[in-house]
């Protein structure tokens, strides 16, 4: 049981350059969530798919597109990649009943350099 | 919609010392409360949560946190801390379904 996995762990890009983060999870979580990391702001999520085949924009969605391929797999493409997405990427997933069903679960994150 | 503030960006502790992380929360009728901690190059694990029933709630570690209505606040403790709770603490609240992080705290325990 793998949990969240995302990949790749490491990438640079140029300017300009597309690029698309995968993750997965082995839960049977209908929920599935992009957030990206910055010194002193947190995690700010960037898009949301509330179960399979939905998506919708979070807080800072620009510059980005989501696919939910299956209730697996959820990714996150950058078309023109600028220095402002240089950033650390989360995936998480959340699933079950109640308040629990709330609780997220994240992905070790990819760090995303872009020059 | 509901946001939590975590007012202290770091906070510096001696090991063995007691801790307390503030977080607290835009009122609400009801409302679901999570810490969450970060440890260097890794992503969140959840340390406990607050969903309803006993206002002091146990984590992992030997955290603990109390709900504190009155004061809308979500503070963090722990008796005595390690060198390994080193870390990156968040504070998160439910909103619209979907959970709303604070900017965190970052925790410097030394020797």
């Known amino acids: 049981n793998a949990g969240v996995t995302q990949t790749p762990k490491f990438q640079v890009l140029k300017t300009g350059q597309s690029m698309t983060l995968q993750c997965a999870q082995d839960m049977n979580h209908n929920s599935m969530y992009w957030y990206r990391q910055d010194p002193g702001m947190g995690l700010r999520l960037i898009y949301y798919s509330a179960s399979e085949g939905t998506t919708d924009k979070g807080e800072v969605p620009n510059g980005y597109n989501v696919s939910r391929l299956n209730k697996r797999e959820f990714s996150l493409r950058l078309e023109s990649a600028a220095p402002s997405q240089t950033s650390v990427y989360f995936c998480?997933?959340?699933?079950?009943?109640?308040?629990?069903?709330?609780?997220?679960?994240f992905g070790p994150g990819t760090r995303l350099t872009v020059t | 919609a509901q946001s939590v503030t975590q007012l202290d960006s770091q906070v510096p502790v001696f090991e063995e010392a007691p801790v307390e992380l503030r977080c607290n929360y835009s009122s609400s009728v009801s409302v679901y409360l999570f810490w969450y901690v970060q440890y260097p190059n890794q992503g969140l694990q959840l340390l406990l949560k607050y969903l309803s029933g006993s206002t002091l709630v146990k984590g992992i570690n030997g955290f603990e946190a109390e709900f504190n209505k009155s004061q809308t606040s979500f503070h963090l403790r722990k008796p005595s801390v390690h060198i390994s709770d080193t870390a990156e603490y968040f504070c998160a609240v439910i909103s619209f379904q979907k959970l709303v992080f604070g900017t965190g705290t970052r925790l410097l325990v030394s020797p």
């Open positions: 998480a997933s959340s699933g079950g009943t109640g308040g629990s069903g709330y609780e997220q679960y």
